[in-house]
């Protein structure tokens, strides 16, 4: 999975750039939710929350407990500096929340691929 050999990762924008990252758990509930309501139309799923990619390597290194070889890009043209889902809306449909934060869910994934 992420470090069990050692790889090198490149993190863009010296690892600035930031992202919503939810666990699977988590969206499949949202979907169930909105299946078992039948509510239809567009949603975002997410966190709300975002997390620079430095920050998530540096989750990653501690749940596995090794240090990845980085590569620090230059930004690249046309990325996106914060990428964060709006929540709002299924907040206030079926009182989302998210329920797997992100250290969590690197522990889980961490379990399931046996490392």
């Known amino acids: 999975m992420f470090f ?3 790889i090198f ?3 863009f924008a010296l690892g600035t750039l930031s992202r919503d990252y939810i666990y699977i758990e988590d ?3 949202v979907m169930l939710k909105v ?3 039948g509510i239809t139309g567009t949603y975002n799923v997410g966190t709300g929350v975002g997390i620079t ?3 998530l390597l540096e989750i990653i290194e501690k749940v596995l407990g090794k240090k990845a070889k980085v590569i620090y890009e230059k930004e690249r043209p046309g990325d996106s500096k914060y990428r964060v ?3 709002k809306k299924l907040k206030e449909i079926i009182g989302y929340t ?3 934060g992100l250290e ?3 522990r889980k994934l961490k379990q399931y691929f046996g490392y």
């Open 104 to 106: 969590e869910g690197i």
């Open 4 to 6: 069990y050999h050692t």
């Open 27 to 29: 969206v499949i509930n």
């Open 35 to 37: 299946i078992e309501k």
């Open 98 to 100: 998210p329920r797997i």
């Open 53 to 55: 990619n430095l920050k």
């Open 9 to 11: 990762i490149q993190l």
């Open 85 to 87: 889902a709006n929540v």
